[in-house]
């Protein structure tokens, strides 16, 4: 088992920055791809932002480009997710998501183990 827990959000206004951390246990972090999904109210989960066990390869949705940044430090087996320029249509609570994969995945059935989330909330 993996265990995962979500920290860093809060309330920001727009143009402003964010960072979370995911902190896992239990298992080895070794040979884990990472994800983060986001859930706003009324919509279903989507795919952020993942990055491979070396932190070699990420990937991003089309919206964050650019303005998130996912990364990870192996040896505190912590995942962090930077958030800049942030706009009021990121509001949504923030998951991270693990996976024993060498590649990435997008889609939140692929995940086995998750985070209980953390609320962003950007001010207009």
């Known amino acids: 088992q993996v265990q995962l827990v979500e920290s860093g959000g809060g309330l920001v206004q727009a143009g402003g920055s964010l960072r979370l951390s995911c902190a896992a246990s239990?298992?080895?972090?070794?040979?884990?791809?990472m994800g983060w999904f986001r859930q706003a109210p009324g919509k279903e989960r989507e795919f952020v932002a993942a990055v491979t066990w070396s932190g070699g390869v990420t990937h991003y949705l089309d919206s964050v480009k650019g303005r998130f940044t996912v990364s990870r430090d192996n040896a505190k087996n912590t995942v962090y997710l930077q958030m800049d320029s942030l706009k009021p249509e990121d509001t949504a609570v923030y998951y991270c998501?693990?996976?024993?994969?060498?590649?990435?995945?997008?889609?939140?059935?692929?995940?086995?183990?998750w985070g209980q989330g953390t609320q962003v909330t950007v001010s207009s």
């Open positions: 239990g298992r080895t972090f070794s040979g884990y791809v």
């Open positions: 998501a693990a996976k024993h994969s060498s590649v990435y995945y997008i889609a939140t059935s692929t995940y086995n183990y």
